[in-house]
């Protein structure tokens, strides 16, 4: 099994939809997660933190599910300025401060 | 404006030959890393320094090496002993470089094998 693990996609919705990522990580003593989006040949740029307690911010939501290993992100209203590749990353392990896993990504397509 | 830069944006290597990647961040950061992004992979990790003058390996260090005399700068060189250089390096920064922090990305630079 990947570290990380995410549906490639691509998902192609309409304005205004809502659409929602899972991600899997392998490692139960994971502590911490994001959400970093990656537009076309551009670097990535952090979305959200995600929190045990779930957060939002606007139209983004991120919720954590430690007992089955996920984490999501939940988009409402979709934009088309949302297109994107958006990256899945998880630390190694609760005892290294250094390293984190890379999902790679899924790919979103917001349509007129 | 502060942040990370990377250059130059494309190069090119010919067999044989190492090239220098330049990164420069004015953020104040300690932390800096270097990554690397293929097709159909995730960010790997080449590289990392949390201080200046001392830098450890990430998980495919084989055939670059850094230095990191100044705390704003990391530079990256691919030397001739990496076999498939072509791909996209990821400069990015960190404040203290734990995993809780996020990591602020420069530009990228594309290296292409002539």
């Known amino acids: 099994r990947k570290e990380v693990e995410q549906d490639p996609g691509p998902f192609n919705v309409p304005e205004g939809a809502t659409v929602a990522f899972n991600c899997t990580y392998s490692?139960?003593?994971?502590?911490?997660f994001f959400w970093y989006r990656q537009d076309c040949r551009k670097e990535p740029k952090l979305l959200m933190s995600v929190y045990s307690s779930g957060n939002e911010d606007g139209r983004f939501t991120a919720q954590l599910n430690r007992a089955s290993q996920y984490i999501s992100l939940l988009i409402r209203d979709s934009k088309l300025s949302d297109s994107a590749t958006y990256l899945c990353?998880?630390?190694?392990?609760?005892?290294?401060?250094?390293?984190?896993?890379w999902g790679l990504g899924t790919s979103l397509g917001v349509n007129p | 404006d502060g942040g990370i830069t990377q250059s130059p944006k494309y190069l090119f290597r010919k067999e044989g030959q190492n090239v220098t990647l330049s990164c420069e961040q004015n953020?104040?950061?300690?932390?800096m890393y270097w990554y690397r992004q293929d097709p159909g992979q995730g960010l790997r990790l080449i590289y990392y320094s949390q201080i200046v003058n001392d830098f450890q390996k990430g998980d495919i260090a084989e055939g670059y090496s850094v230095s990191r005399e100044k705390k704003e700068s990391f530079p990256l060189t691919v030397t001739s002993a990496q076999k498939n250089p072509t791909a996209f390096y990821l400069c990015a920064s960190s404040f203290r470089g734990t995993v809780q922090e996020t990591q602020y990305f420069g530009p990228g630079t594309r290296l292409l094998v002539l």
């Open positions: 990353v998880v630390n190694e392990d609760a005892g290294n401060n250094r390293k984190l896993i």
């Open positions: 490692n139960s003593a994971s502590q911490s």
């Open positions: 953020l104040n950061h300690d932390a």
